[in-house]
Structure formats: structure tokens, C-alpha cells
């Protein structure tokens, strides 16, 4: 399938799953903005790269999902947006008695309330535009918790909420809004949690990998960022015209358990 003339915003997309996905979106022929919070000459080259690699127009632009109008600012300076990925997330691992205030908040406001304010800003572009993909990048712990990781739950379990109410509130119109959750990928995110994780449980950090993140990974293999690219074009796809409000895990079975 080809998006040449769509305009595709993945937020948090200079790492990881967000750039995995970027790269599939520009090579279906979208034009990409790739985004961050960090303006370095690095994140201006990827963009420039994947342009190069695929004859769109993909370019970077710096805004802090953590914050709400530089979440509005980012779709407006785009200018235009058709598909819109949100993508953008970090993790913190503490018992919750133990929970730093100051992560709990940017979890919520990075991981679930950019969600509200770029959708928001996305959707009026999309109506005039008679066309749009939401495609929210929630978690198998938007679906079901793990110990230690309560603002994580938390904001993925909002973020598969807020998704079923924009696909209600957006349901006549030729707009859709989904969530792909994943199970474990071997991405930045994943490898920050190995070293706590290990001293948490005393083991290795192979024991780490086999026994406790794909312990529930029935697969036993990390999902890619190429096969969420891929659920991510699928979603954009005509075939997926009447999905929408729901949720597709890429887990390797995690949330059949
Ligand atoms: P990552 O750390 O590689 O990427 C996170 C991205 O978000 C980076 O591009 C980072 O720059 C960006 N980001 C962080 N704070 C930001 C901010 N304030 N403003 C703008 N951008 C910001 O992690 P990842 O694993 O690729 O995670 C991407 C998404 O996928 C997250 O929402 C994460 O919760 C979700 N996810 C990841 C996994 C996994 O196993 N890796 C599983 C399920 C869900």
C-alpha cells in the first residue's frame, strides 16, 4: 500500500519503537516527523536519512511531550497531519510506596496526557483533511500490570481508554483510533530496566531476559520494531477501515495467558 501525500507525526520517534515505526511509515511513502524532546544535529540527521532513503519529506521537530503545548505546538508546526503515532514513553521501577512524585507525574504526562493534547490538536486537521489514523502505542500493561511499575499501568490503562472514546467520538467519520500493544522489545526503554531488574531479583542479566521479562512472553522472543511498523501500516490500510477503538497485541501471547 502507498501513504505518498500523507503527513505522519510519531512522537518520541528518535529511538526505538517510534523510529522502527517512522521508518516503515516513510517507506510506504508517508512524509514523516520524527520528534523528541532533544534539538541535537543527530535527530535533524536521522530525518534527513530516512528522506534520503525513501524520497519523502521527512524532517525532526523538537517538542517536550511533558508538557501540553509543546504536545499542540508539535502538530500545528507541522502544519499538516494525517496519521498521527503516539508513541512517546518512558519508565521508572518502584514500589509504589516508594514512588518518586516527580516520575509518577512525567510518566502520566509523557506516557498518557500527550496523548489528549496531540490527538486534540490532530483531529481538526484530520476532519478538514476527510481522512485519519490514530494509532496509540499502549503496552501489554495497558491491558493487564506488573508489580513495581504502577505509574506505567496506570497511564498504558488510560491511554487504551482514551483510545476507545476518540474511535466512539470519531466513529462516523472516516477517521479511526487504535491501540497496538506490545509485549517486550529490545529497544533503549527495555535495556534501562535490565540493571534495576537485576539487582531487584539478584540475578544475571541473562536470567533477566528469560526468566523475567519472557517469562510471560509465551514466544519466548522480543517483538520488533519492524513488526509494529507493520501493524501500524496495517492499521493505516483500507483493509483496517472498520477497526477502530480496539486494541492488537504484538506480545508473542503475553495477555492470552
Ligand atoms: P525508547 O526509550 O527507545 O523510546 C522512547 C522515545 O520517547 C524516545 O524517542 C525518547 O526520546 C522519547 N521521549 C521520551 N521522553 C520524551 C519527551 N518528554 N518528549 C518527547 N519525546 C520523549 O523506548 P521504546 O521502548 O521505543 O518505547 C516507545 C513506546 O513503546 C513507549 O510508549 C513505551 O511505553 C512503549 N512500549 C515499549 C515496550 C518495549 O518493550 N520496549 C513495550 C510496550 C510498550
Known amino acids: 500500500m502507498t501513504l505518498s501525500g500523507k503527513t505522519a507525526i510519531v512522537t518520541g520517534s528518535n529511538s526505538g519503537i517510534g523510529l522502527g515505526v517512522a521508518r516503515e511509515l516513510a517507506k510506504a511513502g508517508a512524509d514523516v516527523v520524527l520528534n523528541s524532546f532533544t534539538d541535537r544535529d543527530e535527530d535533524h540527521a536521522l530525518a534527513a536519512e530516512i528522506a534520503a532513503e525513501t524520497g ?20 500545528e ?47 481538526p486537521m484530520m476532519r478538514s483533511a476527510g481522512w485519519g489514523r490514530i494509532v496509540n502505542i ?25 483510545t476507545k472514546s476518540v474511535a466512539l467520538e470519531t466513529a462516523q467519520e472516516p477517521i479511526t483510533c487504535n491501540a497496538i500493544c506490545p509485549g517486550y522489545v529490545l529497544t533503549p526503554l527495555v535495556e534501562a530496566q535490565i540493571p534495576d531488574t537485576m539487582k531487584e531479583y539478584s540475578m544475571s542479566r541473562e536470567d533477566v531476559i528469560k526468566n523475567v521479562m519472557l517469562e510471560r512472553q509465551p514466544s519466548k522472543e522480543f517483538a520488533t520494531v519492524e513488526q509494529l511498523g507493520g501493524t501500524a501500516i496495517f492499521l493505516c490500510s483500507d483493509a483496517a477501515a472498520q477497526i477502530t477503538g480496539t486494541t492488537i497485541s504484538v506480545d508473542g501471547g503475553w495477555t492470552a495467558l
Open 56 to 75: 519523502t519529506n521527512t524532517r525532526y521537530i523538537k517538542a517536550d511531550m511533558s508538557k501540553g503545548d509543546e504536545c499542540r505546538a508539535l502538530i
Open 77 to 123: 508546526t507541522a502544519g499538516a497531519c494525517d496519521i498521527l503515532v503516539n508513541n512517546a514513553g518512558i519508565q521508572y521501577v518502584s514500589p509504589i510506596d516508594q514512588f518518586p512524585v516527580d516520575k509518577w507525574d512525567a510518566i502520566i504526562a509523557i506516557n498518557m496526557s500527550s496523548t489528549f493534547h496531540t490527538t486534540a490538536a490532530a483531529l
Open 138 to 162: 499502549a503496552s501489554a500493561h495497558g491491558l493487564t500490570a506488573s508489580p513495581f511499575k504502577s505509574a506505567y499501568v496506570a497511564a498504558k490503562h488510560g491511554v487504551v481508554g482514551m
